[in-house]
């Protein structure tokens, strides 16, 4: 608002509060229809400065609005051009260790052992930019679908699927239906699923079940569980648990981000008989369409 409009708006409240006091004294002197008409010129002027001081405030929020927009751009073009000028090199690098890996066998010990320490070395820093870009995305609000109804019986039958699990993991029970964001959802689930596999002795079972209006996922797994100490620790990011446990540090912390980002809660607790249980909470939905699954990326 320009200051013209505000020496206006307050130019038109003093002239309808002036015009409301002299409408008191009018009324001790004339007759009701000279009242009347004060009255209606005080109500006028307190209108019109009722309506500026209305306008003044529209249009600081619209440009509230207008500068959360451009800032959720900007924040969406550097995530993008960051991926992209990080990807390039990492691809190139895969690249060039998947040649020389063709010809391993023709390669003496030594070098062998290094071709090896690369390999694992570039999947680790490929699975932290994926897990960065994913986890910057999901702070910063930057999502390329809209949410919608989700099965997640057939959610967690394909995070299994994709990883080559036994569907039998997945225990028995009713479909539950959430909205979400399904490839993000799909990410933060694996997640949980990869963190099983890989530190915590195996994936033991994926539990799905209702509890009031939530729907309730489960993570068992095999290890030696978590402290309790570090249960709320884990989920924060480049935080990795045990001292010498290899990750990335991101993936717990993406789940956190996503699941809250859904509406949901998510902690980990000790697993009744040894090992740890993650336990993800999701608004349920009810009475939906049943939807097909959902693996779009």
Not at 23 to 36: E, F, N, S
């Amino acid at each position: 608002m320009s200051s013209a409009d505000g020496r206006a708006a307050a130019v038109a409240v003093g002239a309808g509060l002036a015009v409301a006091l002299l409408t008191a004294v009018t009324a001790l002197t004339d007759g009701p229809w000279a009242t009347a008409a004060v009255c209606l010129a005080g109500g006028a002027g307190l209108g019109t400065g009722l309506w500026l001081v209305l306008r003044r405030w529209a249009r600081e929020q619209q440009a509230a609005v207008d500068s959360l927009r451009r800032q959720a751009g900007r924040e969406d073009r550097l995530i993008g051009d960051l991926g992209h000028e990080l990807r390039n090199p990492v691809t190139t690098l895969s690249t060039s260790v998947e040649v020389l890996s063709r010809h391993e066998a023709e390669i003496p010990d030594r070098p062998r052992r290094a071709l090896r320490l690369a390999r694992t070395e570039i999947e680790h820093l490929r699975r932290l930019l994926d897990d960065l870009l994913a986890l910057a995305r999901a702070e910063a609000g930057v999502h390329t679908v809209e949410a919608r109804p989700v099965s997640l019986r057939e959610l967690l039958a394909y995070v299994l699927s994709g990883r080559q699990l036994t569907p039998e993991l997945l225990a028995p029970g009713p479909d539950l239906v959430v909205t979400a964001r399904p490839a993000e959802l799909e990410r933060a689930l694996g997640n949980l699923v990869d963190n099983a596999q890989r530190h915590g002795g195996g994936l033991v079972r994926l539990g799905l079940a209702p509890a009031g209006t939530w729907a309730v996922i489960t993570v068992d797994d095999a290890g030696p569980g978590v402290p309790a100490a570090d249960r709320e620790r884990i989920f924060e990011r480049f935080e990795t648990g045990r001292r010498g446990r290899r990750g990335t540090g991101i993936g717990l912390a993406l789940v956190a981000e996503t699941v809250v980002g859904h509406g949901g809660q998510v902690e980990c607790d000790a697993r009744p008989g040894g090992g740890a249980r993650f336990i993800v909470r999701l608004p349920a939905v009810t009475d939906v369409t049943p939807p097909g699954i959902v693996t779009e990326q």
